[in-house]
């Protein structure tokens, strides 16, 4: 199973005029002047420190103490003047200051019902203003003229555009009806002027948010589908990859497959008179063969689906079922193999585990039989409630392997794709040589995918 690590003496005489000629390069290029260091006297500015954003727990709170202590304060300043200016009644100003100011953190939850509250609201607490100077702005003052823009700004933010004008358009009608009635005692010129300030001001605030909302709206969707965007060109790019994949399997590895499978099939007929183990041995490779060529095609089905999958009948789906068959191939092919599964494959496991067991059974199998030929493996599987043990050890050989046999293994592609598959459902995998000269594999998988500690 130990890979071999000594290439040919023409792939070290390449080696070494690759690295010749990059020498020769690298003497012959112009030299590249370094840039200078900074001198002391200009010390490189600190890291801008990355802003960290607030948690949604923490937004919430900060946005409703801000919420809350501006209608406090709104309130402390409506109550006062209403009463000292206005000479609203004290029996109701405190109901009708609350219920207008209330408006505000209202629009939060119930926009269209702020609405309603706000406007009469401050309808009533303009006909009950009942004296007061004339000089004083009326029918709104200037704190439930900024609670009022608040409101509707709030409104704008939560409801949509044209609910907001509503509201906006009905405060300007509750000022023009207040203003109508109470023109005996109010100049209406002087009313009409203040109606005019309020609607400006409300109209800007409430026009600012239906503005402010729509950008960050705008640019959430932008940012949706930038990543859609991104996610497709990603889905693509792996679709093409795994075609490309398919497509270098089927060149490289089923062709090369077919052919010999051809001729370990054709054998016994190209060659009459053939003793009987080795026409056995030929129907071996053939069917050895045929199999990979099958699970092959169900691989390059799962490549070239547009999601990854394919039929269930169609995946390859070998499991701890399936490792008895496999340790009889193996010994079919001429390996002696001591096979000691216990109760391991009594209880179930993940299909995606039992494919991973199976494919590093399978592997440490085939790199015994390359690198070991002639030696004895043993095959171990422990199984407890969470955890699926793999032991795969071979002695050393009792002859020495031709030198190209591991050449022509894959160079350790093999072990580091068990380590993957392990990886991959949350196990680990840990190989060796023993002390003895042979080779470990012990491949610890959970019973459930991920399910590792």
């Given at each position: 199973?130990?890979?071999?690590?000594?290439?040919t003496?023409?792939?070290r005489?390449?080696?070494?005029?690759a690295?010749l000629r990059?020498?020769?390069?690298?003497?012959?290029a112009?030299?590249?002047?370094?840039p200078a260091?900074?001198t002391p006297?200009a010390p490189?500015?600190p890291?801008?420190?990355?802003w960290v954003?607030?948690?949604?727990?923490?937004?919430r709170?900060?946005?409703?103490?801000v919420v809350?202590?501006v209608?406090?304060?709104?309130f402390?300043?409506?109550?006062p003047l209403a009463v000292?200016?206005?000479?609203?009644?004290?029996?109701?100003?405190?109901?009708l200051?609350?219920?207008?100011?209330?408006?505000l953190?209202?629009?939060?939850?119930?926009p269209?019902?702020?609405?309603?509250?706000?406007v009469?609201?401050?309808?009533?607490l303009?006909?009950?203003s009942?004296g007061?100077?004339?000089?004083?702005?009326?029918?709104w003052?200037?704190?439930?003229?900024i609670?009022?823009?608040l409101?509707l700004?709030m409104?704008?933010?939560?409801?949509?555009w044209?609910?907001a004008?509503?509201?906006?358009?009905?405060g300007?009608?509750?000022s023009?009806i207040?203003a109508l009635?109470?023109f005996?005692?109010?100049?209406?010129?002087a009313?009409?002027t203040n109606?005019?300030?309020?609607?400006n001001?409300?109209?800007f605030?409430t026009?600012?948010?239906?503005v402010?909302r729509?950008?960050?709206r705008?640019?959430t969707q932008?940012?949706?589908e930038?990543?859609?965007s991104?996610s497709?060109?990603?889905?693509r790019q792996?679709?093409?990859?795994?075609?490309r994949?398919?497509r270098?399997l089927?060149?490289?590895?089923?062709h090369?497959?077919?052919?010999l499978?051809?001729?370990?099939t054709s054998?016994?007929?190209?060659?009459?008179?053939?003793?009987?183990e080795?026409?056995a041995?030929?129907e071996?490779?053939?069917?050895?063969t045929?199999?990979t060529?099958?699970?092959?095609?169900r691989?390059?089905?799962?490549?070239?689906?547009?999601?990854?999958q394919?039929?269930?009948?169609?995946?390859?789906q070998?499991g701890?079922?399936?490792l008895g068959?496999?340790?009889?191939?193996a010994?079919a092919?001429?390996?002696?193999?001591?096979?000691?599964?216990g109760?391991a494959?009594t209880?179930?496991?993940d299909?995606?585990?039992?494919?991973?067991a199976y494919?590093?059974?399978?592997?440490a199998?085939?790199?015994?039989l390359?690198?070991s030929?002639?030696?004895?493996?043993t095959v171990?599987?422990?199984?407890?409630?969470?955890l699926?043990?793999?032991?795969?050890?071979?002695?050393p050989?009792?002859?020495r392997?031709?030198?190209?046999t591991g050449?022509l293994a894959g160079?350790g592609?093999?072990?580091?794709?068990?380590?993957?598959?392990?990886?991959?459902?949350?196990?680990t995998?840990?190989?060796g040589?023993?002390p003895d000269?042979?080779y470990r594999v012990d491949?610890v998988l959970p019973?459930?995918?991920?399910g590792a500690s």
């Open positions: 199973m130990t890979p071999s690590g000594q290439g003496a023409a792939g005489s390449r080696r070494g005029w690295v990059r020498r020769g390069q690298a003497s012959a112009p030299a590249v002047p370094t260091a900074p006297s490189a500015a890291p801008r420190r990355a954003g607030l948690s949604t727990t923490r937004r709170w900060l946005f409703w103490t809350g202590a209608s406090i304060g709104l402390t300043v409506e109550v000292s200016i206005y000479h609203v009644p004290t029996a109701i100003v405190f109901i200051v609350a219920a207008h100011v209330a408006a953190p209202l629009a939060v939850w119930r269209r019902e702020a609405s309603a509250l706000s009469a609201a401050a309808l009533v303009a006909l009950v009942t007061g100077s004339h000089t004083a702005p009326w029918p003052a200037v704190a439930p003229l609670t009022q823009a409101t700004a409104i704008a933010w939560k409801e949509v044209w609910w004008l509503t509201a906006w358009a009905a300007g009608v509750a023009v207040a009635v109470m005996a005692r109010e100049p209406l010129p009313s009409l109606i005019v300030v309020f609607a001001i409300a109209l605030t026009a600012a948010a239906i402010v729509q950008l960050l705008t640019r932008l940012a949706a930038r990543e859609t991104g497709e060109r990603a889905r792996l679709a093409d990859e795994r075609a994949i398919a270098e089927h060149d490289v590895v089923a090369g497959m077919s052919i499978n051809v001729q370990a054998a016994p007929y190209r060659h009459p008179g053939l003793p009987e080795v026409n041995e030929f071996q490779i053939a069917a050895q045929r199999t060529l099958a699970e092959m095609r691989l390059l089905g799962v490549l070239r689906s547009e999601d990854g394919t039929d269930p009948d169609l995946a390859p070998p701890l079922a399936e068959a496999l340790i009889e191939q010994r092919a001429g390996a002696e193999i001591l096979y000691q599964p109760d494959l209880q179930s496991v299909d995606v585990v039992g494919l991973a494919r590093i059974v399978q592997e199998l085939s790199n015994a390359r690198h030929p002639g030696a004895t493996a171990t599987a422990r199984r407890d409630s969470r699926l043990d793999l032991t795969i050890r071979n002695g050989a009792p002859a392997p031709r030198r190209d050449s160079a592609f093999g072990l580091r794709g068990m380590r993957e598959r392990a990886t991959a459902v949350g196990g995998v840990e190989y040589p023993t000269g042979g491949a019973v459930h995918a991920g």
